[in-house]
């Protein structure tokens, strides 16, 4: 039998201040059925496939104590009674506005990823390290494999796409905080092939 495919939120925050400012993007999993039906399993083919429900900057030099305040708007703009993840940059100033996060009780399972220059993800008492190269790898994977979906209405999407077009690109000067966001919150997904899993096309 295919594994059981759950609806579950990804929230991903990238913190910035006097250069660039903090981003959010919102990654929902949604497994549908495809219509197909499996004779050798003898059960309905599902797909999995992730929807960006939000994608936004918050003002340049937001103060940090403020964070908590804008993401607990944007997680009550979710489903509830769906599981909620929070990927947050612990890298550096992010520490602080992760303790800020935790006191806030914002009903998520909070998960601080510290960006790294390294070469192998590791763990420290207080978070998770990722290399820069190894997450940005990963939402790489995410979109090559067009298990993406951005729904033709989504505020900020203008955004979103310049930043994924002009990320890397030599002479861009396209903002990366939409792209951080994106990946940490792509993160915990870990696209891995599985029965049922069938990539789509991206809106």
């Known amino acids: 039998m295919q594994a059981e495919l759950r609806r579950e939120y ?103 990823v510290v960006i790294t220059g390294g070469e192998t993800v590791g763990r420290l008492p207080h978070a998770e390290t990722v290399p820069r190269r190894v997450l940005l790898e990963n939402l790489r994977i995410l979109l090559e494999t067009r298990a993406v979906r951005l729904p033709a209405g989504l505020a900020g999407l203008g955004d979103l796409r310049r930043e994924l077009l002009g990320f890397g690109r030599r002479g861009s000067r396209e903002r990366d905080d939409l792209v951080f966001a994106m990946a940490l919150a792509g993160w915990p997904v870990r696209p891995q092939g599985s029965f049922g899993f069938m990539p789509n096309r991206m809106v």
């Open 10 to 112: 990804f929230v991903g925050l990238d913190l910035g201040l006097r250069r660039d400012p903090s981003a959010v993007v919102v990654l929902e999993r949604l497994p549908r059925d495809t219509g197909v039906y499996d004779r050798v399993l003898r059960c309905q083919v599902m797909e999995t496939v992730f929807v960006v429900r939000e994608a936004r900057r918050f003002p340049l030099e937001m103060p940090y104590v403020e964070i908590p305040v804008e993401v607990r708007r944007v997680i009550r703009g979710l489903r509830e009674g769906v599981t909620k993840k929070l990927m947050v940059d612990a890298t550096g100033v992010g520490a602080p506005v992760v303790e800020l996060l935790k006191k806030a009780d914002l009903g998520v399972e909070l998960k601080p």
